[in-house]
T-cell receptor, first 118, second 111 residues
Framework: ETGVTQTPRHLVMGMTNKKSLKCEQHLGHNAMYWYKQSAKKPLELMFVYSLEERVENNSVPSRFSPECPNSSHLFLHLHTLQPEDSALYLC?????????????????FGPGTRLTVL | DAKTTQPPSMDCAEGRAANLPCNHSTISGNEYVYWYRQIHSQGPQYIIHGLKNNETNEMASLIITEDRKSSTLILPHATLRDTAVYYCIVPNAGNNRKLIWGLGTSLAVNP
């Protein structure tokens, strides 16, 4: 397996369920990201991990709980979600997390998990 | 925050060059411009990036104006598989660990 993989690809859950999204990267990168992509909206950065430490948390509701047990794996634990949380959730990785001069960094994305909250 | 402006949609004939413009007039001197694309039902894919010189790789060419306020992504011979949403992205001026994504340009390559 190469690149960034995400499971499941599709998920339907009720508002009272608890589920987890999984991301795995096989690129030896040090940084991993969770993004949310809603219809007709730009990608929203949710969380950033660098060397397993969370370095960004962009005002994401506590019903989303990330976990990064090692530099290759990233989870997003979901509980008591709302219908407006329905979206495509994308995981990405990069070698480092700085995007300015001298630190150019392409992000590699997984295929995403299409989440529907009923 | 540096932000980008792109046309919402463009069309291109198969085999012709696709030229996708982007305005980033508030970009700072040390901020790279990144281009990604997203094919339907897939995650975004990195294409190319640049600082102030023109860049070329196996996927595309990037032309950056001398004042760095705009750039153009060129797909020299567009194919049907190039139909996608193309994003021109710059870092967040206040936080160089974030990229600011817009809505991109939806490119339709027609046979």
């Amino acid at each position: 397996e190469t690149g960034v993989t995400q499971t499941p690809r599709h998920l339907v859950m009720g508002m009272t369920n608890k589920k987890s999204l999984k991301c795995e990267q096989h690129l030896g990168h040090n940084a991993m990201y969770w993004y949310k992509q809603s219809a007709k909206k730009p990608l929203e950065l949710m969380f950033v991990y660098s060397l397993e430490e969370r370095v960004e948390n962009n005002s994401v509701p506590s019903r989303f709980s990330p976990e990064c047990p090692n530099s290759s794996h990233l989870f997003l634990h979901l509980h008591t979600l709302q219908p407006e949380d329905s979206a495509l959730y994308l995981c990405a990785s990069s070698q480092a997390i700085i995007f300015t001069s001298g630190g150019h960094n392409e992000q590699f994305f997984g295929p995403g998990t299409r989440l529907t909250v009923l | 925050d540096a932000k980008t402006t792109q046309p919402p949609s463009m069309d291109c004939a198969e085999g012709r060059a696709a030229n996708l413009p982007c305005n980033h007039s508030t970009i700072s001197g040390n901020e790279y411009v990144y281009w990604y694309r997203q094919i339907h039902s897939q995650g975004p894919q990195y294409i190319i990036h640049g600082l102030k010189n023109n860049e070329t790789n196996e996927m595309a060419s990037l032309i950056i104006t001398e004042d760095r306020k705009s750039s153009t992504l060129i797909l020299p011979h567009a194919t049907l598989r190039d139909t996608a949403v193309y994003y021109c992205i710059v870092p967040n001026a206040g936080n160089n660990r974030k990229l600011i994504w817009g809505l991109g340009t939806s490119l339709a390559v027609n046979p």
